[in-house]
C-alpha cells in the first residue's frame, strides 16, 4: 500500500481553512493536510527549518497557495519554489480571491499548475475545494519525490 502524501495548506484566513478542511474530508480524501498560516512558514516547512525540522521527509502531493500572506506573501513563496530544483516539480494551485490579471500572469509566469479564484457563495466554494483536492490528490500523477534539501538554520 502506497503511503499518502501530504497535502501542504498556506492560508493566513481561519475562515478558509476550516471550509477547505471541510471540504476535503466531505470528499472523503484521507490525505493529512498540513495547514500553515503565512508564506515564511511554508518555505520553513518545505525545507524543514525552525519548528518543521524534525517533520517527516517527502514534499506535498500539492500545495494550495493563497497570495495575499503575512510575512512573505504567496508571489514570493511561489517564485521560490519554482526557482528551487529541489521543490520546483511540486504542483501548485493558487488559491485565491484576487481576480485581478496582472495577479494570474505573475503566477503563470512563475509556473503555477493552477490558479483557482475562490468563489464567495459557500456551496460553490466547498465544490470548487472538493474539485481541486479530488484531482490533485487522487487523479493526478504527482512528479516523483528528489532527495528532499537538508534543514537549514
Known sequence: ??????????????YDVELI???????ALANEVVVV?????????????????????????????????PKIDGIEVLSALKADPM???????????????????HCYELGTNAYVV???DFHEFVEVIKQVGLFWAVVNQPPPDLPAPMPSE
Open 21 to 27: 478542511l471541510t471540504a476535503l474530508s466531505e470528499n
Open 87 to 105: 521543490l520546483r516539480l511540486i504542483p501548485v494551485v493558487v488559491l485565491t480571491s484576487s481576480q485581478e490579471e496582472p495577479d494570474l500572469l
Open 37 to 69: 498560516r503565512d508564506g515564511e512558514e511554508a518555505l520553513d516547512y518545505l525545507y524543514r527549518r525552525g519548528v518543521f525540522r524534525l517533520r517527516l521527509e517527502g514534499n506535498p502531493i500539492v500545495i494550495l497557495l493563497d497570495l495575499k500572506l
Open 118 to 120: 475562490k468563489p464567495i
Open 1 to 14: 500500500m502506497t503511503e499518502l502524501k501530504r497535502i501542504l495548506l498556506v492560508e493566513d484566513s481561519a
